[in-house]
């Protein structure tokens, strides 16, 4: 890869459905230029997908909170993978530093609804307990997938 493509994918991640022409406009290349360069990223594995990102307070999962999650034991990656898959809230989790096994986000309709999905991941039993924080605003948000 090179500076033109990080490019491409940059502009890529602003408008998934950015035109060729338009793209190699601001890269300095033609439209069939780009579209082989996109071509071939999509081939190498480079970009997985095209995709939309949709407003999560029309979806009505307005309620955001990341928890830590600590557990008994040690639980391998893939047993937590496994717990947490199963709830629908968590949109995002890895395994992470620290005193916490993982760090996993979640999304709900309101408190309550969060309150239930947080349940569901306490009662596994490998769980020892979780630590929430909601999220009040959102100040910065990019997507590097």
């Known amino acids: 890869m090179d500076s033109i493509d990080h490019r491409i994918l940059d502009l890529l991640r602003l408008n998934a459905r950015s035109g060729y022409g338009d793209i190699g406009a601001v890269v ?15 081939a190498t594995g480079v970009i997985r997908a095209f995709t939309i990102q949709v407003d999560p307070e029309i979806e009505g999962k307005s309620t955001e909170a990341y928890v830590e999650l600590f557990c008994r034991g040690t639980v391998a990656p893939a047993e937590l993978k496994r717990i947490l898959s199963a ?27 969060l309150e239930m999905a947080l349940e569901r991941v306490r009662v596994a039993p490998n769980v020892d307990h979780t ?13 590097m997938d």
């Open 28 to 42: 300095g290349l033609s439209a069939s230029a780009v579209k082989r360069r996109v071509d071939r990223l999509v």
């Open 87 to 113: 709830v629908p809230e968590v949109i995002d989790a890895g395994t992470v530093t620290g005193s916490a096994d993982a760090i996993v986000r979640m999304r709900s309709r309101d408190i309550p609804s």
């Open 131 to 143: 630590r929430s924080a909601i999220v009040l605003s959102r100040l910065v948000h990019r997507s």
